[in-house]
């Protein structure tokens, strides 16, 4: 009875030993008598008990690590008091577990001297312009040297860049003088446009002033040639009509009387007016004689029928 339950404490302790049960993203490195034998897969395993021994076990997810902060020297001799943070997976179980001694610490120390090789290489304003080639750069010369220690490097971000005090009492204050010069700038140019628009208005206003001056003179002109030709299509009628009646029966006579009348209507005026010596001629006949000769006048002016 103590036999049989010896040997079922023995198969019992056998068999735990022999499955092992290896969770996903993970791996575990086997040792067979001291040396490397296979990693293990997730799932089900079987090794050989107090011969197979699971020496490493690591994880193959991404592997967030805080870089510490570090101080580095820019090309113009500024420091920086700079720290990130690198993102890394183990790709293989085999070199992690036997190509460096502590694969974090490596990545940890290569990923600060790296940062300072690329800081030194810029100056401080460029630091602040070109996080992203920083970034690569570093990433790059890390992942060159991971690969022995089975670890893949997959980004590296700068978290932090704080530079002295006195760099930053400065820098405030360029920028300052640089928000006021561009005001500076901005108001100019708003009243140099301001100035532009007022020209330009006026210019305007005086175009169109003078067009309107212009249209005015014109129509002025146009109303005056009008009324001078409507005058004289009036009294070119008249002319027309006076010649007309002039060669209808009895015309001539009522000339002849209507230019005696103003002779007579003249005469009149002339007698009238108090200081005016009025010669009156002896001989009537010289007054008939003045108005034959006005008759043969219109006779001569009036066109033949």
Not at 136 to 144: G, H, R
């Amino acid at each position: 009875m103590e036999l049989a339950i010896l040997l079922i404490v023995i198969a019992v302790i056998f068999v735990t030993r022999a499955v092992k049960i290896v969770p996903q993203q993970t791996a575990w490195v086997v040792e067979r008598l001291g040396k490397y034998h296979a990693s293990l897969a997730p799932g089900l395993n079987i090794v050989i008990p107090f011969i197979d021994k699971v020496a490493y076990k690591h994880s193959l997810k991404e592997i967030p690590l805080d870089v510490p902060s570090q101080v580095c020297i820019t090309r113009d001799n500024t420091q920086l008091q700079v720290d990130g943070i690198l993102y890394f997976q183990v790709t293989d179980p085999m070199r992690a577990s036997y190509g460096s001694s502590n694969y974090i610490v490596a990545v940890t120390q290569l990923a600060q001297t790296s940062l300072r090789s690329v800081i030194g290489k810029l100056e401080l304003d460029k630091t602040f312009e070109e996080r992203d080639m920083i970034n690569a750069q570093v990433v790059s010369a890390i992942d060159e040297a991971a690969l022995n220690w089975g670890v893949k490097v997959l980004r590296y971000e700068i978290k932090d860049l704080t530079p002295p005090a006195e760099i930053l009492r400065a820098m405030q204050a360029q920028i300052t003088a640089e928000r006021e010069k561009r005001a500076l700038i901005a108001a100019s140019e708003g009243r140099r446009q301001e100035q532009i628009n007022i020209a330009t208005g006026e210019r305007e206003a005086f175009i169109a002033r003078s067009e309107g001056e212009k249209q005015a003179e014109i129509n002025k002109a146009q109303g005056e040639a009008a009324a001078i030709i409507s005058v004289a299509e009036a009294t070119a009628s008249a002319i027309r009509q006076v010649a007309e009646a002039i060669r209808q029966p009895g015309g001539q006579e009522a000339v002849q009387l209507k230019v005696a009348e103003k002779a007579v209507d003249a005469y009149g005026k002339v007698a009238a007016d108090a200081t005016t010596t009025l010669i009156v001629p002896s001989n009537m006949t010289e007054v008939s004689a003045l108005i034959g000769s006005a008759m043969k006048m219109v006779q001569a002016g009036t066109p033949k029928a």
